[in-house]
């Protein structure tokens, strides 16, 4: 990455805001880092809640429904925005990449070299215990 990114642009950015190119690299950790899947339950959650209080505030104010239906309706429009956007984030942070000029799939490859070592390890202790030879 060339330079740092000033606060605003990194705010953009999580608020679901593209970013220049410069900054690829800083998209390519965000995404594969230890903690990606926190950082895009975040930038969920910034995208979402703006829509969802939008939508309980316009069912009160512009059709005249009661608050308790209102905000029921933005709460279930809140927890199903967030359902998808997490069921699907490995596929979302993939395609991101792609608009910064990875080839597709490079978050989750990542991802999986970064874990590859812990994995063995989980795998070799699951054996010991659960793969023992009987004789």
């Not at 965000?30 to 069912?59: C, E, H, M, N, Y």
């Not at 069921?87 to 989750?108: H, I, M, N, Q």
């Not at 063995?120 to 009987?134: H, I, M, P, T």
Request: proline fraction near 6%; include cysteine; hydrophobic fraction near 40%.
């Amino acid at each position: 990455m060339t330079g740092t990114m000033n606060p605003a642009l990194k705010v953009w950015y999580y608020a679901g805001g593209r970013i220049p190119q410069r900054y690829r690299e800083f998209v390519l950790d965000d995404v594969t880092g230890p903690k990606w899947l926190l950082r895009f339950t975040v930038r969920s959650l910034v995208q979402v809640t703006p829509l969802t209080t939008a939508i309980t505030l316009a069912l009160v104010f512009g059709l005249g429904s009661p608050w308790p239906l209102a905000i029921a309706c933005g709460a279930l429009g809140f927890v199903v925005g967030l359902y998808f956007a997490l069921s699907y984030a490995p596929e979302s942070v993939d395609y991101r990449l792609t608009k910064y000029g990875y080839p597709r799939g490079t978050a989750t490859q990542g991802r999986r070299e970064r874990n590859a070592a812990k994995d063995r390890e989980k795998q070799a202790k699951y054996d010991a215990v659960w793969r023992r030879s009987e004789g």
